[in-house]
């Protein structure tokens, strides 16, 4: 369907009802959280002193965010570094055993620095493990090693205890360092099965090459702690890539986007000084005393701040590795334009989407449409197991897997409703309206699924229960506005379509 064939007017109408309903929730939040936390005996110092041009306390009690940023700004000099000694090692002296082997020795330095020779050594023990699965050549077995290291991982977090006096670490090293093991333990997957399609050991020479590069990449400091996972080949093909001289556009490119995410940074920064959302998450009970526009505001306030995260880290982190030469996923896209389950998935981590479509969904052999459910059903338990054997997490990935199925027999339905009963009778205007209509459930179901990752199984009860009994105008308000957000991401999705065949034209010319 043609971009300009729906009524431009009630386009902007959607646009307009989104965006102010969005902005008046979030007021309310802030109104909600300017009262509440006003004379707040801060026991777990949620908060601390603001910027000093504002005169405002800041919220600090979100732990990634309070841990990522100083170590993002602490990062930054051993990855410059690290990429302009890479970058003169493919000019000068173009060769893979030295690129690697100085990837490892950054990395190995900054571990040890920072965070002991015990700790150190911790990392290497899965991309060691990985390099001798894949000498075995048994994808089977490399997927049973790689499941007991999620429950020893796992087991490791909750006896943190014991592990963090062991290892002799703080809190937020030990958090830090169980962070990059479990990035870790995602390349030491994608190197294992990679390897096993596509490398035959020759000699010790080979063998060594192999570990090296495996050591390097599960290791590669620009993506270490906080990722995103980019996979083996796209390593190997970035370590394998010909020196590309630094032209004016290039360094344009690369200095244009990191100021764009460390001003989305800042932005971020700025927003924590006027909305405290992240310190009323520890407050189950006043969160069901909110209001619907301050509840469903302080929910899209959880997930627009989640976004924002990942827009810094993956963005900073891939932008790092692109000056590299390495491939990295593009940013997530916003959730404030996105109402399917599905492309949540595609376009949010990327480069978790792309290994579990690798690895897991497509090896799995989904060709028919119970062989999809079931295939799906492995990727999700695969993202439980790895994220954490915790109850919110399960009912987090067991309704994601539940709404895509839902998404894809609704899809099934639409088309079949729509070519058999209703071809001569529905015009592609009603048919886009028809689907958003149907998909504004959907989308409700899905903000909430996301709650119990966001907030925990207590916050995302509440929805449930909240959605449920709230009265049939307040719900209907709600699916309403849904449906223009539903209108809103259909209508970008077009534009994005339309823009991307038009590139494609002028690129083929």
Same mark, same amino acid.
């Given at each position: 369907m043609a971009v300009?064939?729906? /009524?431009?007017?009630?386009?902007?109408?959607?646009?307009?009802?989104?965006?102010?309903?969005?902005?008046?929730?979030?007021?309310?939040?802030?109104?909600?959280?300017?009262?509440?936390?006003?004379?707040?005996?801060?026991?777990?110092?949620?908060?601390? /002193?603001?910027?000093?041009? $504002?005169?405002?306390?800041?919220?600090?009690?979100?732990?990634?965010?309070?841990?990522?940023?100083?170590?993002?700004?602490?990062?930054?000099?051993?990855?410059?570094?690290?990429?302009?000694?890479?970058? $003169?090692?493919?000019?000068?002296?173009?060769?893979?055993?030295?690129?690697?082997?100085?990837?490892?020795?950054?990395? $190995?330095?900054?571990?040890?620095?920072?965070?002991?020779?015990?700790?150190?050594?911790?990392?290497?023990?899965?991309?060691?493990?990985?390099? $001798?699965?894949?000498?075995?050549?048994?994808k089977s077995l490399s997927w049973c090693a790689h499941c007991c290291t999620l429950g020893l991982i796992y087991w490791a977090k909750i006896s943190d205890v014991v592990f963090r006096e062991w290892l002799g670490l703080d809190d937020e090293a030990y958090f830090l360092l169980t962070a990059a093991i479990c990035w870790i333990q995602l390349r030491s997957i994608s190197y294992g099965l990679d390897s096993i399609d596509g490398f035959v050991y020759e000699d010790v020479d080979g063998f060594v090459l192999d570990l090296m590069k495996n050591v390097a990449y599960c290791l590669y400091l620009p993506t270490l702690f906080l990722g995103p996972i980019i996979l083996y080949e796209q390593f190997v093909r970035g370590i394998e890539k010909a020196y590309h001289p630094w032209s004016l556009d290039r360094t344009k490119k690369i200095a244009l986007d990191l100021a764009r995410y460390f001003f989305w940074l800042y932005v971020t920064q700025f927003c924590l000084h006027y909305v405290y959302f992240n310190a009323l998450r520890f407050h189950p009970d006043a969160v069901r005393r909110l209001g619907p526009w301050a509840l469903y505001g302080f929910g899209y306030c959880l997930g627009q701040y989640f976004l924002n995260k990942y827009v810094v880290v993956y963005g900073l982190a891939s932008t790092a590795c692109r000056a590299d030469d390495v491939q990295a996923p593009a940013q997530p896209k916003c959730i404030g334009r996105i109402h399917l389950y599905s492309d949540m998935w595609k376009h949010f981590d990327r480069g978790l989407y792309t290994f579990l479509l690798k690895y897991i969904y497509i090896p799995c052999n989904a060709r028919s449409n119970l062989g999809k459910v079931l295939a799906t059903a492995v990727s999700f338990t695969f993202i439980y197991l790895w994220h954490g054997m915790h109850l919110y997490i399960f009912i987090w990935s067991f309704l994601n897997f539940l709404g895509l199925v839902i998404e894809n027999t609704a899809r099934s339905f639409s088309d079949y409703f729509y070519k058999v009963i209703l071809r001569d009778k529905m015009g592609p205007s009603n048919k886009r309206r028809f689907e958003c209509a149907l998909c504004s459930p959907l989308l409700a179901f899905s903000a909430i699924s996301n709650f119990y990752f966001f907030a925990g199984d207590e916050i995302g009860h509440t929805y449930v229960w909240r959605f449920f009994t709230e009265s049939w105008s307040i719900n209907l308000l709600l699916l309403s506005i849904l449906y223009c957000c539903c209108q809103t991401s259909t209508e970008i999705k077009l534009k994005e379509r339309v823009c991307s065949i038009k590139t494609k034209d002028q690129y083929e010319e």
């Open positions: 300009d064939q729906f /009524p431009k007017a009630e386009v902007r109408f959607y646009f307009a009802a989104w965006i102010a309903a969005v902005a008046y929730s979030v007021y309310c939040v802030h109104l909600v959280t300017e009262s509440f936390f006003k004379y707040y005996d801060d026991a777990y110092n949620d908060f601390a /002193p603001g910027w000093k041009l $504002l005169q405002r306390k800041l919220d600090t009690s979100d732990e990634e965010w309070k841990v990522w940023i100083p170590l993002i700004f602490k990062l930054v000099p051993w990855v410059v570094v690290q990429i302009v000694v890479s970058q $003169l090692i493919k000019k000068y002296h173009p060769n893979k055993k030295l690129i690697c082997g100085w990837y490892m020795a950054v990395s $190995l330095t900054y571990l040890w620095t920072n965070f002991g020779l015990l700790s150190t050594l911790c990392t290497l023990l899965l991309p060691c493990l990985s390099c $001798l699965l894949a000498s075995v050549r048994s």
